[in-house]
Structure formats: C-alpha cells, structure tokens
C-alpha cells in the first residue's frame, strides 16, 4: 500500500523513505557486528506472535552477535558486505533456494513464500517477515538538488523515537556518490527495535539529476541476532529495481 513519508503502517510497520524513482547505483552498505561470512544459507528464527509488546527498554541486547560499539572500532562500509556475502556468487548461491516477488518495479529475494512484499510511496518496497516483526526497506528518489543525509534520516526515521546511535561508519565516496550507514536502537510503535539502514546521495547525472537512495532493516531487539540481520541484508542488497520507461 502507499504510504506518507518515513514509518510505513502495518501490516507491520517499515522503514521506507518517500521519494520518487531513479536507477540504482551503489551497493547496499551498513554497519554491523564483525562477524565472519556464514557458510550456510541464512535463516530467520522468527516468533509465532504478531502483536508488539508495549514498550521496553531501548538498551541494545548484551548478547546480541551483531552488536557493535565504537569503542570496538565503529561502523565500517563492507561489514554487512562480509556478513551477507562476500561476492556475487555467494550470494548467489545462499539465497539459491529462496523465492522472488516483485511489485512496484522491484524484484526481491525473500526465504520463502510467508515473507510479505508491499509498494510503498514514490518507488519504495518494503519486505516484511511472516510474523510482521522484522522489516527490510528500500527507496529510491532524487531531485535536481542533491539531498543531505540528515533530511534523509528525517523521513526514514520520522515515526521512531529515543534514537540511540550505537555507530556510524565514516562517509564512503566514490565517482559513484556517496554512503554513509548507521547502527542504532530506538523504539517503534511501543516496541524497543535494532535497526541498521544506509543512506546514499548519488552523483550528479548528465541530465541533472541527483539520486538519493535509502536502505534499512530493523527486528525487535529480542529478535536481533547475526542470522537475522544476515538474512535481512541480503534481501535488500539482492534486490533488483528497474525503472519504468518515461
């Protein structure tokens, strides 16, 4: 369903930026837990109720694999890389069993067929888990003045509150654009959530044109582990979206 900018309305809530459509340029990028590259497919261990529980504490889980601190050497462009997959092939190759769905010109990999894709605004999707407590989200925009990542954040985060920023990887540049990607906790829709997205404010086009391109996943923090967050970056970072012709 469409939906105004930043938080999505359920069937679970997501993260997904309202702008309007434009090619892909760079590769999903975040920061995350070190954690070395599974040899297996990734899965999801996913809780069977579909209602939030109020509130909770917004500190991130001790014991959380994927958490990260800047005292352990921040965030860095590449990590969610090496947890989801170092190379195509890989990728590939873990997420050969899985199932397609396509709506609002992207096509997305997803664990299976209980996995819930909806369109959002202005060329946004959003994948949702089958118990509608994990979220994977994508946007694609732009505009004849190139953004700023803070009005990103702005709509991204729009619905979430008590941000609490664990890392945030230095700003990335290439010919390409530019990525900066962020770690945090926060609480959403009275649920205490993990959430990691990137942001990507792409180069100028030929025509004028300054793309802007958001990712972003988030599970409640009793959910958050390196299988979960593995499994959601790797539906975002295969996602494939093709533009309508003009």
């Avoid at 890392?167 to 829709?189: D, F, I, L, R």
């Avoid at 972003?216 to 390196?226: C, E, R, V």
Wanted: proline share 7%; charged share 10%; with cysteine.
């Amino acid at each position: 369903m469409n939906v105004a900018p930043g938080l999505a309305s359920p069937r679970r809530r997501s993260l997904a930026a309202a702008t309007a459509a434009v090619a892909l340029a760079l590769a999903a990028a975040a920061c995350g837990g070190a954690a070395a590259p599974s040899t297996t497919t990734p899965t999801i261990s996913i809780a069977t109720s579909t209602t939030a529980p109020p509130g909770g504490s917004t500190a991130p889980s001790t014991t959380s694999p994927a958490t990260s601190t800047t005292s352990s050497g921040g965030c860095s462009l590449g990590v969610i890389e090496q947890i989801s997959g170092e190379s195509a092939s890989e990728d590939e190759q873990r997420t050969e069993s899985w199932v397609t769905l396509g709506v609002n010109n992207w096509t997305v990999f997803v664990p299976n067929g209980s996995w819930h894709l909806s369109a959002s605004t202005a060329a946004g999707a959003d994948v949702v888990s089958p118990d509608g407590l994990s979220d994977a989200s994508l946007s694609e925009g732009g505009g004849l003045s190139p953004s700023t990542y803070q009005a990103l954040a702005q709509q991204l985060l729009s619905g979430v509150s008590n941000l609490q920023v664990i890392c945030q990887s230095p700003n990335e540049q290439s010919a390409a654009g530019e990525t900066q990607a962020t770690e945090a906790t926060g609480v959403y829709n009275g649920e205490a959530i993990h959430l990691v997205y990137a942001l990507t404010i792409q180069a100028e086009t030929p025509s004028g044109f300054f793309g802007a391109v958001t990712r972003s996943i988030y599970a409640p923090i009793s959910q958050w582990s390196t299988s979960v967050e593995q499994a959601l970056w790797l539906i975002i970072k295969r996602a494939v979206f093709v533009p309508s012709a003009p």
